[in-house]
């Protein structure tokens, strides 16, 4: 029975899955790949052995070993803080253990330049200049904007171990013991992928160490290109960020698929018991980790309400948005949008094991940790030309930087919801004849449809606080929130740029709420 | 709309394995097992945890190929060693899993539907059909419900009427009762009987549990750890057990024959 002698509709039945997969990862091998590989070309193509030799420079490597050192940094911090926060609040059964987490989590849906500036109102020129500025500062910014992502990883882990084996080992051991010898070990794959997350995000950040006064190295290969127009040398620049990017993405493959189911929201969070009376002791440490957990959120965000208060900033602002905010949304929710539409093939597919998609998928991830500076040159170098004028010189171009950076969002998101269903309900429906787009329209995606939003919300959350790629390419006049606010912290009015720091902290607490609404509605559809 | 030509399906037996053979990773799962299912008949494929049942249902429906052997439907190849040559989709099936697989998003009336559109029923029949099913299995109130607003008992009706509204070739049924009350499954057993034998559509019934496959079964194969140890109706297992293993397997069931199951006694489970 070959394919030639099918009628058509049956031999497009039977194509539906590969050729709808084939068509997805195109898509993603072209948001990825074609920016990398221009950049490649481009270098080889501009007397790429004069522009290799900037490498060997003293001052480049020395750059290079203290971007490494501080993104190590980050991540030790962020694992410090992360890890035995993560581990209680996944145990913990207090009301409000979800607000905590959400809030907790907020600094990671903001630019981290921006949390560095409301730490710096908030310490004052003085104690800032003492204990902000210089790589300590930066380390210990980054380190505590990003521990979120290791909670939360660590807490959604530990959540989804069954309560059977904590009561077994609670039987013999104390808590704290059942915590180091039961716990840890089956939310550390969990904690080592939150771990390699944060190092690529360090590794890739731009707007700290500058505002900071620390200069990395993905500020090296920005300044190269801003200030001398040097896309060679920028480009050469680019060639140990490309395989930093590749190692961590051999030590995603190696930590496996499991551990990644975390990244998304397997269960939401689970319905606490009703709380008890706390003994004094343990009320006294529940303070101490609440403090853990939400000071750092709170504070840098207190910093810049002061300061646009007491500046009378709100008053001036309308004027100095613009059209940012309007930029940032449609941007924002055009990439969610694509994203998402991919996430839904993709996310599946690479459920289902689909060859096809495991390599589109690693691309995607590719996206995610080749330093942002990385691609964001690739676009230019692969869309900044007279034929092509008309993407990069509108919001397009802002849109594919954001499905080739945070794709890996979208597609892990909604894999995380198909995963939790039984496959059989797919395998039940073609069985009885539904065709693979009939399957997928049908059943999966509404079936889940709150992990598709999910994605969709999360894809948009990280789109908006996107300022590390979109800085080297948005079109003229189109600036988003997070760039403008970047561009004008250069050029003082501390005020002005905490009134603004203050809107783009709403957009994110509007999305974010969005987020939360959905994990804390009850599954009208429990699969 | 399926994949195989209905001039095949005339006298072939409505399913058929032959000398089929899986490996998971150094495991064999499927050693040679060779099973033929006849037009109207019911198969009970009986055997303990890990002997392959599970496995057996999804190379028939085409969820996995064989690494040897072959599997046809009415007669016509659809899985050949390392491929699968006839999609799901195209078998013309049903199936009824462990778990049902009920669509939680669409009502009773929408998990009936979906095969009968997929294969291009036209509207004023599925319609037809549909209230028919339910009426068949009492459950014609309850056709705008969801599966989570419906009692264990009702939801596994759903699940053999989703199959069996679809008129299918044969219908796979991978211990649908085992999740069941004991006093529950002694009377959807004689639900399932009756369905199946007044639309005389073959089925591979795939249980552990013996009293199932004694009340359903028109013949009973055993499977031992990937193979069809014995095949036969269950007076002739019972007279001339092959194995001592498919002596104890069938030593709980009471003689003289088929009996709707009841309590299991105290002993070692097979599940």
Not at chain 1, 250 to 271: D, K, M, T
Not at chain 1, 362 to 367: D, E, K, S, Y
Not at chain 2, 264 to 270: D, F, N, R
Request: charged share 15%; net charge positive; aromatic share 6%.
């Amino acid at each position: 029975m070959g394919a030639h002698t099918l009628e058509p509709a049956r031999w497009w039945r039977r194509r539906q899955e590969p050729l709808v997969l084939a068509v997805v990862a195109l898509l993603v091998a072209a948001a990825v790949l074609v920016p990398l590989v221009s950049l490649a070309a481009g270098v080889f193509a501009r007397d790429g052995a004069a522009a290799f030799a900037v490498l060997g420079s003293p001052r480049v490597r020395t750059l290079f070993a203290r971007s490494l050192a501080l993104a190590a940094a980050a991540t030790v911090l962020a694992l410090a803080a992360g890890l035995p926060l993560g581990l209680w609040l996944g145990r913990a059964t207090f009301r409000g253990r979800r607000v905590v987490l959400l809030v907790h989590a907020f600094p990671l849906f903001l630019p981290p330049f921006l949390v560095a500036l409301g730490w710096f109102h908030l310490l004052g020129r003085t104690g800032a200049r003492v204990l902000l500025f210089g790589p300590a500062g930066v380390g210990a910014v980054l380190g505590f904007a990003f521990a979120p992502l290791v909670t939360a990883l660590v807490a959604l882990a530990v959540e989804a171990v069954d309560p059977a084996l904590v009561d077994a080992a609670r039987a013999v051991a104390r808590p704290a013991r059942v915590a180091t010898h039961v716990l840890l070990p089956l939310a550390w794959p969990a904690a080592a992928l939150g771990g390699l997350v944060v190092f690529v995000l360090a590794f890739s950040e731009l707007g700290v160490p500058l505002f900071l006064g620390v200069t990395v190295y993905p500020a090296e290969v920005f300044v190269r290109l801003a200030a001398f127009g040097n896309l060679a040398e920028a480009t050469a620049l680019c060639v140990p960020l490309v395989a930093v990017g590749w190692l961590v993405l051999v030590l995603e493959r190696a930590l496996g698929a499991r551990p990644l189911a975390a990244l998304g929201l397997r269960s939401g969070l689970r319905a606490p018991p009703p709380p008890a009376a706390a003994p004094r002791g343990r009320r006294l440490a529940r303070a101490a980790a609440l403090s853990l957990a939400l000071a750092p959120a709170l504070l840098p965000l207190a910093g810049l309400a002061w300061r646009a208060a007491a500046g009378h900033a709100f008053a001036h602002l309308g004027g100095r948005l613009g059209d940012s905010v309007a930029t940032s949304l449609a941007a924002g929710a055009a990439g969610a949008t694509a994203i998402t539409a991919l996430a839904l093939v993709l996310g599946h597919a690479v459920v289902r094991r689909r060859r096809v998609a495991a390599v589109a998928d690693a691309l995607a991830v590719l996206g995610f940790v080749v330093p942002a500076t990385v691609l964001a040159l690739g676009l230019v170098a692969a869309w900044n030309r007279p034929a092509t004028r008309l993407v990069y010189g509108s919001l397009a171009i802002l849109v594919l930087g954001f499905v080739a950076r945070y794709a890996v969002v979208g597609v892990r998101t909604f894999a995380v919801a198909v995963a939790q269903a039984s496959p059989h309900l797919e395998e039940a429906a073609a069985a009885h004849g539904g065709s693979y787009l009939q399957r997928l329209a049908r059943i999966v995606v509404p079936l889940h449809a709150r992990g598709a939003v999910a994605a969709w919300l999360l894809a948009f959350l990280f789109c908006l606080r996107d300022v590390e790629t979109a800085i080297l390419y948005y079109p003229p006049g189109r600036d988003p929130l997070p760039v403008r606010i970047f561009a004008l912290e250069a050029n003082g009015g501390d005020a002005l740029v905490a009134g603004l720091s203050l809107v783009q902290v709403a957009l994110t607490a509007a999305a974010l709420a969005a987020v939360a609404a959905l994990l804390l509605v009850r599954r009208r559809h429990p699969a | 709309m399926t994949g195989i030509p209905s001039a095949a399906a005339a006298a072939a037996p409505a399913l058929a394995l032959d000398a089929v053979a899986l490996r998971y990773g150094p495991r064999d799962v499927l050693a040679g097992l060779t099973l033929s299912v006849g037009a109207g008949e019911v198969l009970a494929l009986l055997g303990p945890s890990g002997s392959g049942k599970s496995t057996v249902v999804r190379l028939v429906l085409g969820l996995a190929a064989p690494d040897a052997g072959e599997v046809r439907v009415g007669g016509a190849l659809v899985s050949s060693a390392g491929r699968v040559v006839v999609p799901p989709e195209e078998r013309g099936l049903g199936v009824v899993f462990q778990d049902l697989a009920l669509w939680p998003h669409l009502t009773v009336r929408g998990n009936l539907a979906f095969g009968l559109s997929a294969r291009g029923v036209p509207r004023h029949d599925r319609h037809r059909r549909i209230d028919a099913m339910l009426a068949r299995v009492g459950l014609s109130d309850r056709a705008a419900c969801r599966p989570g607003e419906l009692s264990g008992g009702e939801r596994q009706r759903v699940a053999i009427a989703r199959a069996l509204v679809l008129e299918p070739r044969a219908v796979l049924l991978d211990e649908p009762l085992s999740s069941l009350d004991v006093l529950l499954r002694r009377e959807l057993v004689i639900v399932f009987r009756a369905l199946l034998h007044e639309r005389g559509i073959p089925a591979l019934y795939v249980t552990h549990e013996p009293r199932e496959a004694a009340a359903l079964g028109d013949r009973i194969a055993v499977l031992e750890a990937g193979r069809v140890v014995q095949e036969g109706t269950l007076d002739a297992l019972r007279a001339r057990p092959a194995s001592p293993f498919v002596e104890q397997l069938l030593a709980d069931l009471t003689p003289p024959g088929p009996a709707p199951p009841g309590p299991a006694p105290p002993g070692p489970a097979h599940g």
